[in-house]
């Protein structure tokens, strides 16, 4: 009966221990900080070219160091240096044309100014002597009803009336020839508009060739930045759109991970994470997260999540905020959630 019972007691005993052992575990993985595997990547920029050009000269190779607005890559501009030069010439032409026809236009305005100012006067000479004549003739017409004149005389004085009648139609027409000049000063004035317009439109064409010219010069972006990929070099013809280098900002790195639909609740942005390498175990960083997915996809191939491989989930960035220069591109670690949430 004795090892019956021992062996009833067993059973329960087996069981008490399996249940606190379960519960241990339970317990230690509840409040285990949940991660997600990621990569860490850059920003990586491609420096293109923007225009037509032979390359001259590739000034960094891969794994340089460029400074910011660094000269990158030189390419021949030639050809653009001689269209400045020609629209240069054509301005100086343009600038030549527009003085010779303000003075033109000055010359004929005081010239014009002066013929009808003399005209004028010559009307107004004119209508005084008509007017003199055609009193006088009036009364030497009376001293003939009188008998005090002769028919000759009146005759004299008809005569000289209708002179300067005829003199101040003559003056009448002169005055309107001249002040109807006026329309070749209007088209003098078009002329000279004409040509400043041309002029501000070459000038608008040689700065618009003077900021194609710039591009011939190829700048690194406003920060310092790691030459990644050199795809040109001297000799060849890069067309608008050729990549030259690809750079990466060593400042500026984060690990992408994505995270299940189930979790996507407990990531929100800027909240602070830690980041763990594989190549560094134990050493951990803090993070922030800067991009969550506002649509889900299916977890890349190469990546491992701790629900092994869910159907979908949303990408996302953690920005590294210590270290960054220990983190190589590539590099696989994990980024734990910071318990209770802390740090948000």
Known sequence: MRPNRARKLAVPVIVLVALAAGGVWYLRHRHAPLYYTGFVEGEERIIRSEVTGRVLQVKFAEGDTIPAEEIIVVLDDRDIQARIKSKQEEIGVLDAEQRTQAERVALVESTWTRDVSARQAELQQAESAADLAERTFTREQGLVETGASTAQLLDDNRARRDQARAAVQRAREVLARTEAEEHTIAVARRELDSSRQRRDLAEAQLAELQVTQSKYIIRSPGVGTVVQTQFIWPGELAQPGTAMVSVLDPADKYVQIYVPVADVGRLQLGQRVEIELDSRPGQ???????????????????????????????????????????FQPGTEGNVYLMPDGAGR
């Open 284 to 326: 951990r960083v803090p993070g922030e997260v800067s991009f969550i997915a506002d649509k889900a996809n299916f977890t890349p191939e190469k990546i491992e999540t701790r629900s092994d491989r869910m159907g979908q989930v949303y990408r996302a960035k953690v920005r590294i905020l210590e270290g960054v220069e220990r």
